[in-house]
């Protein structure tokens, strides 16, 4: 019977099952509850996909007028816009679902974001301010010799390398991908790395004693020297 009534985009009636050579010996008919009359409306989807019938059965034959068979298909409408008011308000909550964490990942973003550029001034301070005090130093006549000319100099060079490096390395990351010179990772004692993170905040703190126990063994690591260095200098400030 299911199968007759989803055939056509209208109402199907059968005013007696038992007199239909169709379904005359259908188990509903010649067994209990014993059924004689059928009419469904099938629920079709805005597409034309059909999903079920609302139907009405009886166990005595009858007609429907127009009347009922309007009814019967106003009902049928009436479901399938349920139907699709459940879809709609399910699609709704998975909207609304990956909405909220999509803002959860902006936020989480927002936070990064921050927490970079915070690094990138910790990053960033430390060898400019080398560069600054050391060329105000030399511009204002306090260093004289000229051997403490040179190593001013060399300071200098050594902090714009390093400031270089950190350049670089914040590029590659806004890139998502690693520096160019990874051929530069090289063995390296962790102790030449201390001892210039030392003398780096003494430079920049003068009236400051830095006291360090380290031990005297300390291994030698394979890495990128200025990532490492910078590494050890944030440790310890």
């Known amino acids: 019977i299911f ?98 964490r999509l803002n959860a990942a902006l936020g989480r973003a927002d ?31 306090l260093i004289q010799q000229d051997q403490d000319r040179l190593e001013a100099y060399r300071e200098i060079s050594a902090s714009s390398r390093r400031l270089r490096r950190v350049v670089e390395n914040m590029l590659a990351l806004t890139r998502g991908s690693t520096t160019d010179e990874e051929s530069e990772m090289e063995p390296q004692r962790l102790q030449h790395s201390f001892d210039a993170a030392i003398a780096e905040h003494t430079h920049l703190h003068p009236g400051s004693e830095v006291r360090l126990r380290l031990a005297p063994d300390l291994p030698v690591v394979y890495g990128e020297p200025t990532c490492l260095d910078q590494m050890v200098t944030n440790l310890l400030s």
Do not use: W
């Open 111 to 141: 936070a990064a974001k921050d927490e970079i550029l915070s690094m990138i001034a910790h990053e960033l301070n430390s060898p400019l301010a080398i560069i600054r005090g050391t060329a105000d130093a030399l511009t204002s006549g």
């Open 3 to 100: 199968a007759h009534s989803t055939r056509g985009a209208d109402v199907f009636v059968v005013p007696d099952l038992h007199g239909d050579e169709r379904f005359a010996n259908h188990p509903l008919v010649t067994n209990s509850p014993g059924m004689r009359f059928y009419a469904g409306a099938p629920l079709q989807t805005a597409d034309g996909h059909t999903l079920g019938t609302v139907c009405v059965l009886d166990r005595v034959p009858r007609e429907l007028d127009a009347e009922q068979t309007g009814a019967l298909r106003s009902l049928a409408r009436q479901v399938m816009v349920l139907f699709e008011f459940r879809r709609t308000a399910r699609l709704t909550n998975v909207l609304l679902a990956d909405a909220d």
